[in-house]
């Protein structure tokens, strides 16, 4: 029996594809490679180069490959673009998860495990966030994966289909042998910009907002590796395929480190002093998110390996200096501290 895995080629999928592949499981990945890389899939794992929402794609693949089993990562990820373009997030995520799912229930599949996000809190009354805290997004993003989570919910009442809606917190790091990691142009997470100015292509980071009454002012972020996500995902697997009844779960370490502490992590573990400049408050940054994971250790049989913001930090610096060598040598380095 094989996993699909929906967006395989992309940042978190890739290194899904990876942790099942290393398992053992016969894997099969759709994606249209708009931000992933078909170089990330490791030897013999089958790509199929399209939509997500093209049923008839699925359908195919799901028949072909004997595929019981199906996790969804393909879709649009980037909240200020969600603002700009409400209808392509709805269609990219919203819509394309409706195809995926009709053709999933046409074809009999029922496990079905989603990408889903912490965007859907909005703005939490409580830190850290259990999973009952209320949904109030406060993007097209964040909608985008409340009204899939719904449909999921709705799709397994009526069709008897089993499903992990899985809440990412903050995910970041890379692949600890360096095989795969966030690769995607223009991103704008907090780690990626760290380590794009500690290897000199950026001259600064801007932090946004130091007058937030935390204790150093900034943002508090929970950052887990996209590693032990990527495991997370194993155990909903395994909890799925034996008696495990469906289940929405937050997916971080349940400790929050500030913006600037993140930083400093940076700083430290690469030994470059960049420029931090102190900038005004991003519009529609939440202060403080850190996930409940009580449910989430107790119901899954999960170990992280990386709970640690140091480890992170390393495996995104590594990851990003090979990235630099693959494009023709290191840029000029940040003043050394
Ligand atoms: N952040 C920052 N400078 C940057 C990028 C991010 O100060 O160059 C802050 C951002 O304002 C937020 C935190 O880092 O408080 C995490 O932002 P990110 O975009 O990584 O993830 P988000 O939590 O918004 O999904």
């Avoid at 373009?85 to 999933?104: K, S």
């Amino acid at each position: 029996m094989t996993v699909l895995v929906t967006g395989g080629a992309g940042y978190i999928g890739s290194h899904m594809v990876l942790a099942l592949a290393e398992a053992g499981e016969s894997v099969v990945v759709i994606d249209n490679l708009s931000t992933g890389f078909s170089a990330f899939l490791p030897e013999g794992v089958p790509l199929f180069i399209g939509d997500a929402g093209d049923e008839n794609l699925v359908e195919g693949v799901i028949e072909q490959h004997s595929v019981d089993s199906i996790i969804h990562f393909a879709g649009s990820v980037v909240v200020p673009d969600s603002m700009r373009d409400p209808l392509g997030y709805y269609r990219n995520n919203t819509f394309t998860t409706r195809n995926l799912l009709n053709a999933a229930v046409k074809s009999g599949i029922n496990r079905f495990i989603f990408s889903s996000t912490a965007a859907v809190y909005g703005n939490p009354d409580q830190v850290p966030v259990p999973e009952t805290a209320p949904t109030r997004p406060l993007s097209p993003y964040g909608f985008s994966k409340l009204m899939s989570e719904i449909m999921l919910h709705d799709v397994a009442s009526a069709h008897g289909m089993k499903y992990a809606v899985l809440r990412y917190f903050n995910v970041a790091g890379a692949d600890p042998q360096g095989r795969v990691g966030l690769a995607t142009a223009g991103a704008t997470h907090l780690l990626k910009i760290a380590v794009e100015a500690a290897t000199g292509q950026r001259a600064k980071i801007d932090v946004f907002g130091t007058d937030y009454p935390t204790p150093d002012g900034s943002c508090i972020r929970d950052f887990i590796h996209v590693s032990d996500l990527a495991e997370a995902h194993r155990a909903a697997l395994s909890y799925l395929r034996g008696s495990g009844d469906s289940v929405t779960l937050n997916c971080g370490y349940g400790r929050g480190y500030s913006v600037l502490e993140t930083i400093e992590a940076v700083r430290r573990i690469s030994g470059r002093n960049f420029a931090v400049q102190y900038a005004a408050r991003r519009p529609g940054d939440i202060m403080t998110m850190v996930a409940d994971t009580g449910r989430l250790r107790a119901l899954f049989d999960w170990t992280p390996r990386y709970e640690d913001l140091d480890t992170i930090a390393t495996h995104a610096l590594a990851w990003e200096e090979k990235l630099l060598r693959e494009r023709g040598g290191l840029a000029e380095q940040a003043q050394s501290a």
